[in-house]
């Protein structure tokens, strides 16, 4: 059996500045620009084999060991625009094998449950689209791949790049200028972490595309975000990156979750995607940023209700005096931390914080969250040798 | 002794279109115009005895019960105020009794929990107003007296008539203009109705006050709300009331609830007055009309998690057939059904809605509900017979 293989990992990215409406449903046009920062694949990554080849009688798809349809309009517009990529390249060579004409199959698996709400349909599209890009040996640029991989899901076209990313709305109705740019590569500014705090979900949100229609059509407050609030930002947000300003950083992040939320609410029926858990962590961060008087954490929530926190390596003690004393039952803190630096974190608290202090503390808290995911700013996709694709038979291995 | 003695009673009001947001913090001047819906005093009251001679030695407050303080500004500038329209009819009428120089004593009462976070506040400086009003024969009309209970609290103007109330703001910057005025008594709709389920607060929100400050100061979609989304809500749910619009009106009041909080969200760092068991009644609300396939109930909620449900006598059965089958376990519902009455809201639930709908509902919200109070739509202010305070001693009888 001749077969073509690669594999790709891809890393999740979480916005700071949300893509939340979009113009055109098809092409996954936004309303707004928006930012990113993209998240380390040591934690939080997709591995995706693809291989093709004249004797592959379908297009099939594996998704964490279950096969899946490959029949979404999404998924066949974003193969249509690779096949015609690659089908320039047959044309211009036609020593080329023509993979253009053959079927793909695809097997993709997270390092982390997919039900958990962690924007892992932009890292699976990322390593999709990127794992075809490098079988193809596609030679555009990652903006412009990034434009294939948004049809697949409008915020994966942030995760084909790493560090600080920009997802331009651009104007055309084609969408050929709405693309993902690099603000500035993760070694620009390294020291951005984050703490995911995954919080318990009893009822299933408002899927986000659905949510994204329903606000376009109903807030009243919406048109003022994407025409007033958030162009403003987005330039303040980008400059805030360049001069590593991370005050400045922190409330625009803080400041735009609140307001994407905001118009959620305003939506009618509304929409509610943080619960009193996520307004609890909400509540705990700016108690830690007056405790200390500086800007310590800066917390930011998607269509759902897990809170990531970012912020800045040198501020990591004195953010988990609080978040570790509050949140130690929770699992997740073992594979960053030894046993010794845990035990700082806990008499850090109970040295430095007065009591009258730990009253105001809602100590029952890590009750709703049963996850804290630790990791830090990372790199765009990453091939790699390992392959999850039995190359014998083209079928997951 | 010689004492002059008045009582009044003054409602409770629920705004449909919110007031959030102070252009004059001294003189309560509102950022938009608000409508509201005045309470029956069956229900929901403020008891107000005042008395006045030369004898009182100081002015005087007791209020359920405790002596407290009558130093605030707010309560100051009430007095002064009509101390200023009495002083004006002894000037044009020597034979009159000086009562503005005299001090005065006054005595008030709820006849529900001060603490519910039911407006208390408004019916409060509604009555003291209104009782020394009475006390001191002002000719002035409701519209006239609103604007110094304006001064005490806001909403209080609102609570100085009966029925359909739109509290102006008006332009001026000493607040001559900012008034309450009658849309339709409520003999015009009579058949409006209330179902307010207090829900448990573990913490005491932001103080409405400092909120609004907050809000005005820091939300970049609360601009918006006061001048592109409230204007016109103010005239279409006015022209709603007028033509008996129920859907209209239902609309805008649970559109105008989700926009108000929606600019609290978005203020920074963000208030939340809902909690997870006020979000869980809306979803209610929103599955019982869409079950019914019709508007059946509006819910609103002040700065508070407290639900008000609005609906029209005629619904009453369609809507408790689901209000009564989840919150039965709740104390209130005896005061104004028989058990027989009650026994019929459950065959209805239990005959009518299919077994997979009832599957959707939240059978643990009434968990969060302490009390329900069952009201309707009242007149405003009522002079009564009924005094706080011994005429031989004026103190609290």
Not at 270 to 292: E, Q, R, T
Request: aromatic content about 8%.
């Amino acid at each position: 059996m001749t077969l073509f293989v690669a594999s790709t990992t891809a890393p999740v990215n979480i916005a700071t500045l949300k893509y939340w409406g979009k113009r055109d449903k098809t092409l996954n046009l936004p309303t707004n620009s928006s930012i990113s920062v993209t998240l380390s694949q040591e934690d939080l990554r997709t591995l995706t084999s693809v291989c093709t080849g004249p004797e592959i009688t379908e297009d099939k798809l594996w998704l964490n060991g279950s096969e899946e349809s490959l029949k979404s309009e999404r998924t066949q517009n974003c193969l249509a625009d690779l096949r015609k990529l690659r089908m320039k390249l047959e044309d211009e060579d036609s020593n080329l094998p023509k993979m253009s004409k053959w079927n793909v199959v695809i097997v993709s698996e997270n390092n982390f449950p997919t039900a958990a709400g962690l924007a892992s349909s932009a890292a699976g599209f990322a390593a999709l689209v990127m794992a075809i890009a490098k079988l193809y040996e596609l030679p555009d640029s990652l903006s412009e791949i990034s434009k294939i991989a948004r049809k697949g899901s409008g915020s994966a076209c942030r995760s084909l790049l790493g560090g600080y990313v920009a997802w331009e709305m651009g104007e055309k109705a084609d969408g050929s200028d709405s693309k993902a740019v690099q603000i500035a590569p993760m070694e620009h500014w390294p020291n951005m972490k984050a703490a995911i705090l995954v919080v318990s979900a009893s009822k299933k949100d408002t899927p986000s595309t659905s949510g994204m229609q329903l606000t376009v059509g109903t807030s009243d407050l919406f048109q003022h975000r994407i025409k007033d609030v958030v162009p403003h930002r987005f330039v303040e947000m980008k400059q805030a990156v360049l001069e590593k300003d991370w005050p400045t950083f922190a409330e625009l992040t803080m400041k735009d979750s609140n307001s994407f939320h905001a118009t959620c609410l305003d939506s009618f029926p509304p929409i509610f995607y943080m619960n009193d858990v996520s307004k609890g962590i909400i509540k705990l961060c700016h108690f830690i940023n007056a405790f200390y008087n500086e800007t310590i954490v800066a917390y930011t929530f998607d269509a759902g209700p897990n809170a990531v926190l970012y912020y800045l390596e040198e501020n990591e003690s004195k953010l988990f005096a609080f978040i570790y004393e509050l949140f130690a039952e929770v699992p997740g803190w073992d594979s960053k931390f030894s046993k010794d630096e845990l035990t700082q974190f806990l008499s850090d608290f109970d040295s430095k914080i007065s009591n009258q202090l730990k009253v105001e503390l809602d100590k029952e808290l890590y009750k709703g969250v049963t996850k804290v995911i630790l990791t830090h700013i990372g790199p765009g996709p990453q091939s790699t040798d390992e392959c999850l694709i039995d190359t014998k038979t083209g079928l997951p291995k």
